[in-house]
């Protein structure tokens, strides 16, 4: 069955460092993976996924097949990226809008 | 363009009854996924539904049950409360033929 693990519950970082949000994975095929965004009383959004290959915000996340991975970065972190973040993947079959497998989520603070 | 809409906000029931959440999709969105998201957890799919039917279901058990109108809104019904069912429950609106899902704010349900 497919999986996605984010290993950090908290992620405490100064303001202008660099940030990684870890996410691995389980999964057979080649999967297509989404980062979504959760600010502070704000609805789930998604941030970016892995095949528009978009910086958004700053942030970047590279597919690594290899070693499963697919982990969000930031050179520098900035006090408003302070929020919520889960990495999702949809099913290895079937068609049609994703019905999306999420982790539980790593939520990072930034400390000014 | 209207975004995801959800009603109630907050919700509180005893064990036992019986819950309808409502959502209304996205303007021009003809898909509409559940997900249930417990306390520190992320959003775990419950169902979705296509065309007025169900495509694709969760780990969840028969009491869980949703509808989706020709509007393209949709309810989610849960029977026989338990304690284990207070969570926040997303609806989320697409299209089919595209990945990226648009998440409403959420009803929060209470169960006691």
């Known amino acids: 069955a497919q999986r996605v693990t984010q290993p950090e519950k908290l992620l405490s970082v100064f303001k202008g460092a660099p940030v990684e949000l870890k996410c691995n994975y389980s999964?057979?095929?080649?999967?297509?993976l989404f980062w979504y965004v959760q600010y502070s009383r704000q609805r789930l959004q998604l941030l970016l996924r892995?095949?528009s290959r978009e910086s958004i915000k700053g942030f970047t996340a590279d597919l690594n097949k290899g070693e499963t991975s697919f982990h969000l970065k930031k050179p520098f972190a900035q006090e408003e990226d302070s929020a919520m973040y889960y990495c999702?993947?949809?099913?290895?079959?079937?068609?049609?809008?994703?019905?999306?497998?999420f982790g539980k989520g790593t939520k990072l603070s930034v400390i000014p | 363009e209207t975004g995801v809409t959800q009603s109630p906000t907050h919700l509180i029931k005893t064990r036992g009854q019986q819950v309808t959440l409502r959502c209304s999709s996205q303007?021009?969105?003809?898909?509409v996924s559940w997900y249930q998201q417990a306390l520190g957890q992320g959003p775990q799919f419950i169902f979705q539904?296509?065309?007025?039917?169900?495509?694709g279901r969760g780990n969840f058990p028969p009491r869980f049950s949703g509808l989706q109108f020709p509007n393209y809104s949709s309810e989610l019904n849960v029977n026989a409360l338990e304690l284990d069912d207070s969570a926040l429950y997303l609806c989320?609106?697409?299209?089919?033929?595209?990945?990226?899902?648009?998440f409403g704010p959420g009803t929060r349900l209470t169960v006691l």
């Open positions: 989320a609106s697409s299209l089919w033929e595209e990945n990226e899902q648009f």
């Open positions: 999964y057979s095929g080649s999967p297509e």
């Open positions: 892995h095949i």
């Open positions: 999702a993947l949809p099913p290895s079959s079937g068609a049609g809008s994703y019905q999306l497998t």
């Open positions: 303007s021009g969105h003809n898909t």
């Open positions: 539904y296509y065309r007025e039917e169900e495509n």
